[in-house]
């Protein structure tokens, strides 16, 4: 069984990436609602949910552990590894490697929330990787609120999106990493604004269920220890409409989200 | 001393308000960071964090507590006052009947989060005073982001309110009640934009420190036992720049925020 967390429903882009790439897995999710969003909060308080997610997510049987929230990712992933004794999984490295590989020019863009931005990790990440690469980053703190209010297509999204990527597209990136599991969902108004046929999204959710895919590979015998349960399950700490119309936009159907 | 409590530090405008009325007063505030913000989790959630808020409040010494969060207000109140043996005020009460008071149309509009808009504990209790007055509420969640990101003036700001107030401004409303504690840093933008010389503005943070000033000067006893320690106190569960720049923002000067 794999556990996946975040701070809300937003990490259901990556359940429904593992979902598509790999159907027999079973799933369990958990969404921290009640004190979504992790973005705007201090990297302790940040580690300390973290802890308490993956605590859950054991506790029900997971067997491994995605963190499917970039701000959890950025500052706990390292704590999660040192505690815990399953693999962790998170959707910060994958990005970074399949960036370095993607670039061109050499000028890489990182958009995500405050608490991403600040930690810095993608670009200490890209720059590990190969010291040569720029990376610009950008914080854009408004877009997971307008993702959750279903303004996808709004106008004044379109507006706040094209002040948030001007710097970047000013500095000529080609590849541009979505450090937020909500951000998929603005997919193809980003790729306008970013530049159609010059600029590669990197989408955090899909490079994740890629890593995952490899692991299992390269490890038949973890593979086999898995739970094949079929029922996925889908926990949150708390429940509101707003959350469970996201969860259905991510899924483009009905997802029974169980109040723990 | 007087005890405050919000999701985070919107509730500030109304200690500043308390502050500028009733200078002698000892106040200890609360500001749930680590859980912010209220107004997108659940009936059921807010409840046990107000519980929780109003408990700390006391143990330090509160003798009276105001619920400066409009969504906690909503949704906990009765159960505060039920459960706790001090005075509770809130931001509700006082600002309906100020716009019962004001109106002259009979049309009040009403906005605040989604959390007390669903509620519509605003109508309920407008129409309680007066039942032939129309309500016309508006949820406006992404005001609250807007605020805390510091965007007071910015263009996409002034759309997005445009945006929310336009069905307001149709019913022709002449009284408009600020159902949320960000929303008295907008005064400006929201009086511009929902009429300046049609439309009269109800803050909820002056009219609730309005009602404190009453309730103080009917109970003198009440009043003798309050300390008098000059010192105010302000506690939040999470700290972060944001954070402390918006108390700066509310506060017009520098605030020094105790972690707990």
Redesign the interface.
């Known amino acids: 069984m794999i556990g996946i967390f975040d701070s809300g429903v937003g990490g259901m882009t990556v359940a429904r990436a593992v979902e598509t790439l790999l159907p027999d897995l079973q799933i369990i999710y958990y969404g921290d609602?009640?004190?979504?969003p992790y973005g705007?909060?201090?990297p302790?308080?940040i580690i300390q949910y973290s802890i308490n997610n993956t605590e859950f997510l054991l506790s029900h049987g997971a067997q491994a552990v995605i963190v499917a929230c970039n701000s959890a990712a950025s500052v706990a992933s390292e704590t999660l590894r040192k505690k815990f004794n399953v693999p962790i999984f998170e959707v910060i490295i994958p990005a970074v490697n399949r960036a370095v590989k993607t670039t061109h020019s050499g000028k890489i863009g990182v958009i995500g929330t405050?608490a991403t931005i600040r930690s810095d990790i993608y670009a200490r990440k890209i720059k590990l990787e190969s010291p040569d690469l720029k990376v610009f980053s950008q914080a854009c703190?408004?877009l997971v609120?307008?993702v959750?209010?279903g303004?996808l297509t709004a106008?004044?999204t379109k507006?706040?999106l094209r002040?948030y990527l001007a710097p970047l597209k000013q500095e000529q990136i080609d590849t541009l990493v979505l450090g937020c599991t909500h951000y998929p969902l603005l997919k193809d108004l980003i790729q306008h604004r970013a530049g159609k046929n010059r600029v590669r999204l990197i989408d955090s959710s899909i490079e994740v269920s890629l890593s995952l895919q490899a692991y299992l590979n390269k490890n038949p015998d973890f593979c086999e220890a898995l739970g094949h349960d079929t029922v996925n399950k889908y926990f949150v700490?708390?429940?509101?409409k707003?959350a469970i119309n996201t969860a259905e936009r991510i899924f483009g159907r009905h997802i029974d989200l169980i109040k723990v």
Chains 1, 2 share one sequence.
Do not use: G, Q
């Open positions: 609602l009640a004190r979504t705007n909060k201090s302790e308080t405050r703190p408004l609120p307008l959750e209010e303004w106008r004044e507006m706040i002040k700490s708390d429940i509101t707003a």
